[in-house]
């Protein structure tokens, strides 16, 4: 029973995602491959935020609490920021905005936006992990900025990354801290993309890509991000001279090519028994799992939404307890094809199990299972789009 609990703990979450979004088109869409393919999406219809989509951000953070109450989307497929000068919780102003509710790893993301006239207003598409509820949620380690952009300076964009340790910033990379595309974010709406791939982020504005930079895993943790569409009160300035100028945000995407699944993530179910936490870190420094009893079997399922060949990968942690002739299972379109791989020896890092086709759906599959002669440990498995 505990182990089937845990199943469903992982699988309910895959029914978040899903190729169920055929009518969603996105102006001037330009994603920077072919072999994107829509899984999530939201383009505020129906005059009402979909709250099984979003948490509102009800944090107090610079000059501003974050209220629910300045959240509202129009007949016109926006949803809007409020900006008010209101006592609240100590503040003299409250902003808001929303996060999503499921995470991403890597991929496309997109949003139509438009920024605010009223000074000293800090608006933002961010990706960091959390519900909103706390500026920061214990344990998040990535976080991206697409946009900042400070409202005492509507023609400047910084687009980067910071990466956070208990609560405080050990890194802070700017891939462009002062972009200036030679108009002000608020005088109509623009196309803000970023791609976030294993090795780098790349930033991109009206389909065009403004830069690039590195963002090795090995130097970072790469943990599942949620969507942040904000706006705050952030410097001595605030006010709201036109409580007209709201922040606008329409037509968030994201786009997957490459599935990646971790232990603990959708897709990933245990069985058998002797499963636990692992002292050994695996990919990108995210704790493992590990168990040392025959026959305890991983799997990992992703949810494909563009059938194709894909390279299946496994990221191999060795160590001298680990099984020797664990049973690699890869299920996939043409059947099933199994590979011995000896986990005790060798070197950290990836390991190639081949390529296979896989159909649109979760009938694909890695399994890992232990042949009990030592013990297994799982990290993260890639099935990359050829």
């Known amino acids: 029973m505990p182990n089937l609990r845990r199943a469903l703990r992982f ?69 809007n920021v409020a900006l008010r000068q209101q006592h609240f919780a100590g503040q003299e102003f409250t902003g808001g905005g929303i996060v999503s509710k499921a995470s991403f790893r890597y991929g496309y993301f ?44 509507p023609d400047v964009i910084s687009m980067g990354m910071l990466d956070w340790l208990h609560g405080k910033v050990v890194a802070s990379k700017r891939c ?13 709406y623009h196309i803000y993309g970023l791609e976030w791939t294993e090795q780098e982020i790349t930033y991109y504005l009206d389909g065009s890509k403004i830069c690039t930079q590195p963002y090795p895993p090995t130097q970072y943790t790469h943990d599942p991000l949620n969507i942040w569409l904000t706006a705050i009160g952030y410097s001595s300035e605030v006010a709201v001279k036109d409580p007209s100028s709201s922040v606008s945000f329409a037509q968030v995407a994201f786009y997957i090519r490459d599935y990646y699944i971790e232990n603990g993530e959708p897709g990933y179910v245990e069985y058998g028994s002797g499963w636990q936490g692992s002292s050994l870190p695996g990919y990108s420094n995210i704790p493992g799992r590990v168990a040392c009893q025959a026959g305890a079997s991983a799997s990992y399922t992703p949810t494909i939404l563009q059938s194709g060949t894909y390279d299946v990968q496994l990221y191999m942690v060795p160590n001298a307890d680990a099984d020797p002739a664990a049973r690699l299972t890869i299920q996939h379109l043409g059947g099933s094809t199994t590979k011995t791989i000896n986990f005790a020896t060798g070197s950290t890092g990836w390991v190639d199990l081949g390529s296979y086709p896989f159909a649109v759906g979760a009938g694909g599959s890695l399994t890992n299972t232990n042949s009990g002669a030592g013990c297994t440990r799982t990290s993260m498995v890639k099935f990359v789009r050829r």
């Open 11 to 79: 699988l309910v979450p895959l029914l978040l995602f899903g190729p169920s979004f055929a009518g969603f088109q996105l102006e001037a869409q330009s994603t920077p491959s072919a072999k994107y393919v829509l899984q999530w999406s939201d383009n505020f219809a129906g005059g009402v935020l979909d709250v099984t989509k979003w948490n509102y951000r009800t944090d107090i953070k610079a000059k501003s609490a974050q209220l629910p109450a300045n959240v509202s989307v129009d007949t016109g497929g926006h949803m």
């Open 110 to 153: 997109q949003v139509k936006a438009k920024t605010t006239t009223n000074p000293g207003w800090h608006s933002a598409f961010w990706m960091f992990a959390g519900s909103g509820a706390t500026t920061y949620a214990s344990g998040a380690f990535t976080e991206i900025d697409d946009f900042e952009i400070d409202s005492g300076a």
């Open 176 to 188: 462009n801290a002062n972009y200036k595309p030679g108009w002000s974010t608020a005088g109509g």
